[in-house]
């Protein structure tokens, strides 16, 4: 099987990092290039406690949402506060977040595999109810990287893309024309929808289909060599009606990327504020937690202006 992808072996056979191997130090300088103003704009949603009422931000349908809880010695912060402290006042926070679906992420090269092979070709028996023992989201590491953006939806005079809309190479290539910039070995490729700003309006009509990458948009940018895929949807490819992925299993934008070619995908991007400057290419920062075996972290990526 590992004759079928160029990339299994391209970094040693032990590989599990793909194509973050692009990111040596020489490119990591070169991605500091893109830095004009010092302007660091986040580029995370927000993770709102949905048991204190607050309307939640986008997520998946079906899966839980996210559950805070601020605590002084067993008591709630505000009463607990008063009735143990004089003068000050220390307060302890438990967060449980479902790693996909419901905050922006990244996915571990374990996140997805066929029959019973990993990307590189490790064994997918080495993925158990525990962790991934291999390819999981503690290999990963911080990435550091210039990031190009691609704003589909700026492009094309909208402020967000219609869900029947597949992203294709052609467009892909005529965004990048029209912003000016030619993509490098080891760019992190940003795809704005606007698809979140659905959400705010119209949430039953976020939790059905989504505009995002078709097949030859994703092949087209993993032959440009990037290094990671950031996008503002749910799935990095098209979401169908139903809530699949729109191609086929042959087609499937997260086989393609994560499994054949070793390359992270990062989803539900916030790419509004990011959209305003203008400024198409940027330092592009993220950092994963340090989950062991974990298939996914949530994060709060950077783009730094």
Not at 223 to 233: H, L, P, R, Y
Not at 266 to 289: D, I, N, R, S
Request: proline share 5%.
């Amino acid at each position: 099987m590992a004759e079928q992808f160029d990339t299994w072996g391209r970094w040693g056979e032990d590989d599990e990092r793909g194509a973050l191997n692009l990111l040596t130090p020489e490119v990591v300088v070169a991605a500091a290039g893109a830095v004009r103003t010092g302007r660091i704009v986040n580029l995370g949603l927000p993770i709102r406690a949905s048991n204190a009422g607050a309307r939640p931000a986008p997520h998946l349908r079906g899966r839980p949402l996210p559950q805070h809880y601020m605590n002084v010695d067993g008591g709630d912060y505000a009463a607990g506060a008063r009735r143990l402290h004089d003068e000050m006042c220390l307060s302890d926070d438990t967060v449980i977040v479902t790693a996909h679906g419901t905050s922006t992420h990244v996915d571990a090269l374990a996140h997805a595999w066929r029959g019973d092979v990993l990307y590189n070709g490790h064994e997918a028996r080495k993925i158990l109810s525990f962790g991934a023992a291999r390819c999981g989201i503690d290999k990963m590491g911080g990435v550091a990287a210039r990031g190009v953006l691609f704003d589909v939806a700026g492009h094309l005079g909208v402020p967000f893309l219609d869900e029947s809309v597949a992203i294709d190479a052609d467009l892909l290539r005529e965004c990048l024309d029209a912003s000016g910039q030619e993509l490098r070995p080891g760019d992190v490729a940003v795809v704005r929808t606007g698809w979140p700003t659905v959400f705010e309006t119209d949430e039953a009509r976020y939790q059905g289909g989504q505009p995002g990458l078709a097949y030859d948009g994703a092949h087209w940018l993993a032959e440009q060599d990037v290094c990671m895929i950031a996008c503002d949807n749910s799935g990095v490819g098209q979401i169908a009606m139903d809530g699949t992925f729109a191609a086929p299993l042959d087609e499937d934008v997260h086989l393609l990327c994560l499994w054949e070619r070793g390359i992270p995908l990062a989803e539900m991007l916030w790419l509004e504020e990011l959209a305003t400057y203008g400024q198409k290419e940027f330092l592009f920062v993220l950092a994963p937690l340090t989950i062991v075996g974990g298939t996914a972290s949530p994060v709060n990526p950077l783009a730094i202006l």
